[in-house]
């Protein structure tokens, strides 16, 4: 199994600039969560879908920030207008709800940068 | 809401020295309770898990036991290798949300030779 894929890797943009990072769960998982990690407040739950279904978005900064899953296998989230105090590190992560133990699993996120 | 708290950082030991890392929280109900370790340019991993009061996680040598009395789930390892050096976070599953983790700030740990 490829774990969770995130991509880039890395993104540096410039403000004002719209910004996609992209996500491929495991297959079979059925929910998806979208994380923010910064030093100052830490790791943030953006957004998490179960089947592909937006279930809380309450962690969402601002109407900038807008996420999407469109099949069981893709999510993005998008940032536009972007801003200097967007730049942190965007995780990924995937689990198959239901099953009791299944544990997240987190993909290896991506550092964006806004200049 | 539901919260975690967990010891400020970054914690420098030597190696085969004991390991404590606090964490407690705050919930409505019985949280399942997690720790998480993150290896520099990686994503979070599970270390280990307790879904009810008393129960005791352990994996790697690591080990946290689920304390109602005292709200806490603090990390323990009797003996600290370089390789441990990470950053480990302690987190909840928030009631009323699903499958939402909470996470802590997280602690850094610094294993020296």
């Known amino acids: 199994d490829a774990g969770v894929i995130q991509s880039p890797r890395h993104e540096v943009t410039e403000m004002g600039q719209e910004v996609t990072l992209r996500c491929k769960p495991i297959?079979?998982?059925?929910?998806l969560f979208w994380y923010r990690q910064t030093m100052m407040r830490g790791l943030e739950l953006l957004i998490y879908f179960n089947n592909n279904v937006p279930i809380d978005d309450s962690g969402m900064p601002e109407d900038r920030f807008s996420a999407k899953m469109p099949n069981a296998s893709f999510s993005t989230l998008k940032i536009q207008p972007s801003e200097p105090r967007d730049s942190a590190v965007y995780f990924c992560?995937?689990?198959?709800?239901?099953?009791?133990?299944?544990?997240?699993?987190f993909g290896n996120g991506t550092r964006l940068t806004v200049t | 809401g539901d919260s975690v708290t967990q010891m400020e950082g970054p914690v420098t030991l030597s190696e085969e020295a004991f390991l404590t890392i606090n964490c407690t929280y705050t919930a409505t109900g019985y949280p399942s309770l997690f720790w998480y370790v993150q290896y520099p340019g990686e994503g979070l991993q599970l270390l280990l898990k307790?879904?009810?009061?008393?129960d005791k996680g352990s994996n790697k040598g690591f080990e946290a036991t689920y304390r109602k009395e005292t709200t806490s789930f603090h990390l323990e390892k009797g003996s600290v290798q370089v390789s441990d050096s990470a950053v480990y976070f302690c987190?909840?599953?928030?009631?009323?949300?699903?499958?939402?983790?909470?996470f802590g700030k997280g602690t850094s740990l610094l294993v020296t030779p």
């Open positions: 297959s079979g998982h059925n929910s």
């Open positions: 992560a995937s689990t198959l709800t239901g099953r009791y133990n299944s544990p997240l699993h």
């Open positions: 987190a909840l599953l928030r009631s009323n949300s699903g499958y939402a983790l909470n």
């Open positions: 307790a879904t009810k009061a008393d």
